[in-house]
């Protein structure tokens, strides 16, 4: 049977813009793998008809605590617009949000094009820098649960992120100690290791699914990693900063309120 994907992508696309959550669609309009995949190209198609642009892509559930937070055990990956970008230090408004929460990563900046499936030895190659960083999550499904393909047609819910200082040392991005602090206070904790065993492993997997989807990503491209640890709810006033042992910090304020789950 046949689905129509567009009006899908267009109800996750107003979910997103409104902030207002919907139920999961898999619950009631089943697709599959490739759908969701082509649900969120249509709703991405949206974002850039309105001027948004890409610059970059996501993975997610490249950690185990993230799959067992979720209850999803697959990678998945999305888009990141530019619209995306919020400033190191600065003050995030909630209130274009539904019920997002932070999580720790590793932003990598690409150098060269990436238009092939690359090993693990070669992706430091084509990579400029590594920054810790802050995704900011916030799932356009009611009370932030979602099937494996209801999460990819949200773009694995994208919302925004934050980048730290760039370093161009990868030596010891293997198993950095990752913090994550709510009010000063240490909410979580992991390492750069609970990413894949390795985060450039990220970076790998990015270029096989990009080869998958006959797609290369542009040079000065970034890449997250994927969160090491847990994500925590955003609520007004809060303060996050995340650190990474040897690659420095990044952090934001929270202003205003998030909708919650106002129908
Ligand atoms: C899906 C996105 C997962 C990550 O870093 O694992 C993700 C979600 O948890 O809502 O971004
Ligand atoms: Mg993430």
Redesign the pocket.
Known sequence: MSLDLEPIAHALDQAARTARPLPQFSQHTPFDLAQAYDIQRASMARRYADGERTIGL??????RA?MAQ?GVASL?WGWLTDAMLEEDGGTLGLDRYIHPRA?P?LCFLTRRVIDRPLTQLEAVDYLEAVAPAI?I?D?RYEA?RFSLED?IADN??SAGLVVGPWSRDFSTLANAGVLMRLDGALVEAGSTAAILGHPLRSVVQASLLLAQAGISLPAGSLIMA??ATA?VALSPGAHIQVEIAGYGECAFSCSGHSRGERP
């Not at 996501?58 to 950690?63: A, E, R, V, W, Y």
């Open positions: 996501k993975l997610g559930f490249t950690s993230k979720m998945i999580e990563e995704e999550i799932s932030f999460v694995c819910s994927g969160a994500a």
